[in-house]
Nanobody
Framework: QVQLVQSGGGLVQAGGSLRLSCAAS????????MGWFRKAPGKEPEFVAA????????SYADSVKGRFTISRDNAKKTVYLQMNSLKPEDTAVYYC?????????????????WGQGTQVTVSS
């Protein structure tokens, strides 16, 4: 079981930026695909971004493409989500996730390890 501890988030005006971090306990962190999901009130969890073992292997939801960037630092066992040009519709609780044997389907149950969640609120 991988423990994931999130930090970052908060309140920002539309057009602003935030960076989320997710630190992992697992010493074999580099083997894991890392993902970010978000959950807004009354909505289903939504895939945001994922990064594979190779930092160049990234994927994004269409809704965040060009605005958000996922990255990882294997030495620090940390994954980041840089969020720029934030919109009110980005408001949600954001969760990081980790999976060693990732199928690539971008669905929550494909990930076996989850962070505690962090609130991101974008005001208009």
């Amino acid at each position: 079981q991988v423990q994931l501890v999130q930090s970052g988030g908060g309140l920002v005006q539309a057009g602003g930026s935030l960076r989320l971090s997710c630190a992992a306990s697992e010493r074999t962190f580099s083997r894991y695909t890392m993902g970010w999901f978000r959950k807004a009130p009354g909505k289903e969890p939504e895939f945001v971004a994922a990064i594979g073992q190779s930092a160049s292997n990234t994927s994004y939801a269409d809704s965040v493409k060009g605005r958000f960037t996922i990255s990882r630092d294997n030495a620090k066992k940390t994954v980041y989500l840089q969020m720029n040009s934030l919109k009110p519709e980005d408001t949600a609780v954001y969760y990081c996730a980790a999976e060693e044997y990732y199928s690539g389907s971008h669905v929550p149950f494909d990930f076996g390890n989850w962070g505690q969640g962090t609130q991101v609120t974008v005001s208009s």
